[in-house]
């Protein structure tokens, strides 16, 4: 495996050519919609768009994102790009950290150091961690894709060639949204390579999407449950995106505004942030993520990695294993996430060691909350270090 340095150099003609295309936008006509109630409300919108002519710096985030060690390497045919930290600390353990959609590697960015780099954030160096982040296939740098299209079962293939090609047989991984799939099926699918499962979204192995609302739910049960973002919106996305992924990649590729309003969306309707998006994330943090989609001109890669995984619930089995996830597990389960599954369930279906329910946070945990999630991720492994180093060895 031919491993290369990378950094993000987006020509500024790409640049110049976005402020053109932003600034002969053609605006859609808009009636009462103040509320948001039939989609992206245009007052915010415009805001935001004037906000990425005139004021946001590309080059800031570019210089900020090139501060962390990248790579690009190639495995099986499928381009993939990844952030690889070393931890500051006697003995790290790998971990590899998965994203979903509409996400980004850098939804990562402010957990990266904490997880590598402990003691520097008022923690223990024992704790550290070497942190792998890649991109999804077809997202942002992995790719483009040339025409060989994976979804999150192949992609855990991939992880693990990729892992060993970094020297580790073994380690440690997160997800969040398809991330979250895609951790869980290493875990099913790869035990003997992966230490333990960390999920910010409660999806495992052979469990139907309803067995969260269909178990015996305490009170404080039921209370999640009712206060999450779900509702008949919360999927639709699913299945545009995976059956007719072709059709909106021909508007969202040519318009950067519309690809604005269609992340712009899932980030406000799907975080903790009581439906003002910038309580969660700021101008510059959407900007850097829709400008990650735009210039790598990725928005139907991430698409068609979608259409390939299709996410049906209960997920398929690779084997007969049980429980479905034989290694240490652990959930961390966001108040304001699309999906719900109690401690009992989680149980019957892994090898449950740790059960967290944050006071708050969303569908976008670890950039959410990225110091409790670091915490929870520390907290989750650090039993587990010694079993690790036993295996190594």
């Not at 402010?110 to 024992?126: C, R």
């Not at 999804?136 to 060639?161: C, M, Q, R």
């Not at 390579?193 to 015996?216: C, K, R, T």
């Not at 992924?245 to 980030?267: C, E, F, N």
Request: glycine share 8%; charged share 20%; hydrophobic share 40%.
């Amino acid at each position: 495996m031919r491993i290369e340095p990378f950094k993000i150099q987006v020509p500024q003609e790409e640049i110049d050519a976005l402020g053109k295309r932003l600034a002969d936008t053609r605006w859609a006509p808009e009636r009462n919609n103040e509320d948001w109630s039939y989609g992206v409300n245009g007052t915010y919108l415009r805001e935001l768009v004037t906000y990425w002519q005139t004021n946001f710096d590309w080059r800031s985030q570019e210089e900020c994102i090139n501060s962390f060690p990248q790579f690009r390497t190639e495995i099986d045919g499928v381009p993939i790009h990844f952030i690889h930290l070393r931890g500051n600390g006697p003995n790290p353990v790998p971990i590899i950290l998965n994203h979903g959609w509409p996400w980004t590697f850098w939804d990562f960015k402010d957990i990266i150091m904490k997880l590598a780099n402990p003691a520097a954030y008022g923690g223990d160096s024992a704790d550290a961690f070497d942190v792998v982040v890649p991109s999804l296939p077809g997202f942002t740098f992995s790719g483009p894709l040339s025409g060989k299209v994976v979804g999150y079962v192949e992609t855990a293939d991939i992880w693990v060639k990729l892992m060993r090609g970094l020297g580790y047989d073994r380690f440690y991984v997160h997800g969040g949204d398809a991330g979250a799939f895609l951790s869980a099926r290493l875990g099913h699918a790869h035990p003997d390579h992966v230490n333990g499962v960390h999920l910010s979204f409660p999806v495992l192995p052979g469990v139907p999407y309803e067995a969260g609302s269909q178990a015996d739910l305490n009170a404080d049960e039921r209370t999640i449950l009712e206060g999450q973002a779900r509702g008949p919106g919360a999927f639709y996305h699913v299945l545009i995106n995976a059956f007719d992924p072709q059709t909106l990649a021909w508007a969202l590729h040519d318009s950067p505004v519309g690809l604005a309003a269609w992340i712009l969306l899932r980030r406000r309707a799907w975080s903790d942030s009581h439906g003002e998006v910038e309580a969660k994330f700021d101008k510059d943090t959407l900007l850097t993520h829709i400008s990650l989609y735009w210039f790598t001109n990725c928005f139907v890669g991430s698409q068609l990695f979608c259409h390939a995984s299709k996410f049906h619930m209960p997920m398929a089995l690779a084997n007969d294993i049980k429980p479905e996830i034989s290694v240490p597990t652990s959930l961390a389960i966001m108040p304001k996430d699309l999906m719900y599954m109690p401690r009992s369930v989680a149980a019957a279906h892994s090898d449950l060691r740790r059960y967290s329910v944050f006071p708050s946070g969303g569908h976008f945990g670890a950039a959410e909350e990225p110091q409790l999630m670091a915490e929870d991720i520390r907290s989750f492994v650090r039993p587990l270090r010694k079993d690790y180093v036993d295996k190594k060895r």
